[in-house]
């Protein structure tokens, strides 16, 4: 079965005699406790029929001047396109997780401003494997026992014993930068860019304030055809310009191979990114009314600035995520849910619409975080799920 649980998307679980196997703790979660804590159709906090919670939410959808659709990271790529079509045909906006994580970090892989790779190329070839910003011991359990730094590849037969060089860039030692010892170097940085810029200048021959450190990593570089930098959401955060970063990797690869993949979010949060880019030129914070994508379209600043009047939410728990000064507004708006679980957001919204969960009780694809495309196989197959209810909203308005 594949695991939904994050952008590794594994490939490996089974269920025996009802236990879970070869799943992290979070995919185990999901697999073994989905029949907890589950939504119920409600309208005005009174307990209806899903059909009844649907007619709801199309009312409200159609009475909104102003609506947005926000979520989606969740469920599967054929929801999504459906979500799109509602979107557009609201004149609305639609926005994910995504444009206060790693989308502009996708972005510049699909518009090819980075030269990329699959997961599996990286097990079969990878030396130097580059973790910058992002702590995979928590954020993606497996990413480094599956698919980088411990498996035994085509070219790296010897695994992490000889044929990997770690490097882990993050502010802090994280669990992941102790695995940082032989055959490894760990930098913990004051200032992204300065380390950016130290990466462009050795490159150059040119003296730098990394020039120690990133030395070494370069000369490790050149010892092989093949080499990768995951991006988290500490590299987007740590640095003001993007274009910096993409010019980095660009003159790293005058040098020698390097190829990026971003890494850590949501089971189809790149899925969300390339069905909306391939639709509209952009993988996120995007309004068909002014035909455009822009900060100030992101779900988080309509809701700041109280620029939006109704909000259809799927498969995530904005209540929970963002600042309470931002999800706080979400009390002046008219909000429909459509989840699996009774969240945070649902016990506050207008309506909620209890749907199936992507991966155990309906099949359909997924994107993993390189870009890869999985089919889902379910553990059953629930007639009431996003892309039932996405349709049926989509009908009635």
């Known amino acids: ?32 406790k989905y029949k907890e804590n ?17 007619e709801k939410a199309v009312e409200i959808l159609k009475d909104a001047k102003n609506p947005a659709i926000y979520g989606l990271d969740t469920t599967v790529v054929e929801a999504q396109r459906i979500a799109i079509d509602v979107a557009e045909k609201l004149n609305g906006y639609i926005d994910d997780n995504s444009s206060f994580c790693l989308g502009e970090l996708v972005e510049a892989v699909l518009k090819g401003e980075m030269p990329t790779t699959t997961l599996d190329e990286v097990r079969d070839n990878a030396y130097v494997l ?10 993606l359990s497996r990413h480094l026992s599956k698919y ?15 044929d990997r060089f770690l490097v882990v860039v993050d502010v802090r030692r994280s669990e992941t930068a102790v695995l940082a010892k032989k055959n490894a170097r760990f930098i913990m940085v004051d200032d992204d860019a300065e380390l950016v810029d130290s990466f462009v200048k050795v490159a150059e021959g040119k003296a730098a304030k990394y020039a120690k450190d990133v030395g070494v990593i370069i000369n490790e570089m050149k010892k092989a055809d093949f080499n990768v930098i995951f991006g988290g959401l500490g590299l987007k955060y740590g640095l003001k310009d993007l274009n910096q970063f993409k010019e980095m990797v660009k003159k790293l690869n005058e040098v020698a191979p390097v190829y990026f993949i971003p890494a850590g979010f949501h089971g189809n949060m ?19 009314r002014d035909g455009k994508s822009g900060e100030e379209f992101a779900f988080t600043e309509l809701l700041k600035n109280e620029k939006i009047d109704a ?21 002046k708006i008219k909000t429909i849910v459509v989840d699996p679980r009774m969240s945070f957001t649902a016990k506050i919204a207008d309506v909620v619409i209890p749907s199936a969960i992507s991966g155990v009780e309906t099949g359909g694809t997924m994107v993993r ?27 009635g308005l």
Do not use: Q
Not at 1 to 18: A, F, N, Q
Not at 43 to 50: A, M
Not at 130 to 139: A, D, F, I, L
Not at 371 to 387: I, T
């Open 1 to 32: 079965m594949i695991c939904p649980g994050c952008s590794c998307l594994c490939d490996d679980i089974y269920i025996k005699e009802g236990k879970v196997f070869n799943a992290c703790r979070r995919g185990n979660e999901i697999f073994a």
């Open 38 to 54: 589950r939504a119920v159709a409600r309208v005005d906090s009174k307990e209806v029929d899903v059909d009844t919670a649907i």
């Open 130 to 139: 580059v973790y910058w910003g992002t702590n995979p011991y928590h954020s």
């Open 148 to 162: 980088t730094y411990y498996p035994r590849g085509k070219k790296r037969p010897r695994g992490y014993d000889e």
């Open 270 to 288: 790149r899925g969300f990114n390339e069905t909306l880019f391939e639709r509209v030129g952009h993988v996120n914070k995007y309004s068909f």
């Open 311 to 331: 909000a259809l939410i799927v498969g995530t728990d904005p209540v929970y995520s963002l600042p309470f000064e931002v999800s706080s507004k979400l009390g």
């Open 369 to 395: 975080s390189d870009g890869v495309r999985v089919k889902l196989e379910p553990l059953e197959e629930k007639e009431v799920n996003d892309v039932y209810i996405l349709n049926k909203i989509k009908e």
